[in-house]
């Protein structure tokens, strides 16, 4: 798994790649957990380059909005798309949390 923050005009740009798993996941909550740490909480995942998500990958994104929660943030996830989207649908996620089908489309829904 690759990630790669960027800010984008008033939220941070999450763009995940490769797998968020088991092995990968606590990477990518310490990551999150630094950029809040820091005051960002405003949040874009980007799963565009996401080939493959589990139940431990799904678990950290929960977290991660809880934890935003918490200090009135926000969270959204954009591009996503294949067998990671399926994984949205058959666990709920799909219901749970604003999904776009873009990162622009995203960005104009944060308030």
């Known amino acids: 798994m690759d990630i790669q923050t960027r800010k984008v005009a008033n939220a941070t740009l999450v763009s995940i790649s490769g797998r ?19 005051a960002e909480i405003a949040f874009i995942v980007d799963f565009d380059a996401l ?18 929660k918490g200090k ?25 949390f604003q999904i776009d089908d873009s990162v622009a489309s995203a960005l104009s829904k944060l308030s």
Do not use: C, H, W
Not at 20 to 38: H, I, N, R, W
Not at 51 to 68: E, F, M, N, P, W
Not at 76 to 87: L, M, S
């Open 72 to 96: 009135s943030g926000q969270i959204r996830f954009a591009n996503v798309k294949g067998t990671v989207k399926e994984v949205f649908e058959i666990s709920g996620f799909g219901a749970i």
């Open 20 to 38: 968020l798993d088991a092995v990968t996941a606590p990477v990518y909550e310490k990551a999150v957990a630094q950029l809040m740490s820091s």
């Open 51 to 68: 080939d493959y998500i589990s139940s431990a990958g799904l678990r950290a994104l929960l977290v991660t909005a809880k934890q935003l």
